[in-house]
């Protein structure tokens, strides 16, 4: 499978919005709602932050937001703070019990 | 508290082979399916295997069939990973994850840190 394409570079300021798109095929993203998010901070484990397309698990602040129309999800950031700066990755289920991870976005907080 | 710790990574020739080990502790290891995750410098990751509860099923990306084979000990609470017939673009930082529940759904709730494999040609 090829990697989801995701923007390589978002930016916002503290308090702003910013959205991560992340587009697949009806392989992946659009034939599944096996759909996940992971924020990295280099150096550090990745986290899961959203997963079936839009839910958030425990500990996750309620300004991260994902969406999906056909084949594209998307990350929304709302209420931008410093700590957020960091790579965000989506991932789907892509069939045959197989995964495929998106190209990475890198967010900036100006 | 979850804890994932990655280890064996190194520096192998192209042919060579490495086994690498993740030590879980703060969760009961035994009720979670588990998955290996690589990511190559300036890429995204990408998924490489995983392996149910009691290690009967295990499955692999394409392009480590064959080559690399996931396995797990419940008794010392470790996953691993065998990788042999090592290629240059195997290089990557290698993080062992956990399921997000004890129902199988494909999601990577728990990362190590991750350990580093350079293979070179």
């Known amino acids: 499978q090829s990697a989801l394409t995701q923007p390589r570079s978002v930016s916002g300021s503290p308090g702003q919005s910013v959205t991560i798109s992340c587009t697949g095929t009806?392989?992946?993203?659009?034939?599944?709602?096996?759909v996940s998010w992971y924020q990295h901070h280099p150096g550090k484990a990745p986290k899961l932050m959203i997963y079936?397309?839009?839910k958030r698990p425990s500990g996750v602040p309620d300004r991260f937001s994902g969406s999906k129309s056909d084949n594209t999800a998307s990350l929304t950031i709302s209420g931008l703070q410093a700590e957020d700066e960091a790579d965000y990755y989506c991932?789907?289920?892509?069939?045959?019990?197989?995964?495929?991870f998106g190209t990475g976005t890198k967010v900036t907080v100006l | 508290e979850v804890q994932l710790v990655e280890s064996g990574g190194d520096l192998v020739q192209a042919g060579g082979s490495l086994r690498l080990s993740c030590a879980a502790s703060g969760f009961t290891f035994s009720s979670y399916w588990m998955y290996w995750v690589r990511q190559a410098p300036g890429e995204g990751p990408v998924w490489l295997s995983r392996?149910?509860?009691?290690?009967?099923?295990?499955s692999h990306a394409d392009s480590v069939k064959g080559r690399f084979t996931i396995s797990r000990d419940n008794a010392k609470n470790t996953l691993y990973l065998q990788m042999n017939s090592l290629r240059a673009e195997d290089t990557a930082i290698y993080y062992c994850?956990?399921?997000?529940?004890?129902?199988?759904?494909?999601?990577?709730?728990?990362w190590g840190q991750g350990t580093l494999v350079t293979v070179s040609s």
């Open positions: 994850a956990r399921e997000l529940g004890t129902v199988v759904r494909g999601y990577f709730a728990a």
């Open positions: 991932c789907s289920y892509a069939g045959n019990y197989a995964f495929v």
């Open positions: 392996i149910n509860t009691d290690g009967t099923y295990t």
């Open positions: 009806s392989s992946d993203v659009g034939g599944y709602n096996y």
């Open positions: 079936d397309v839009s």
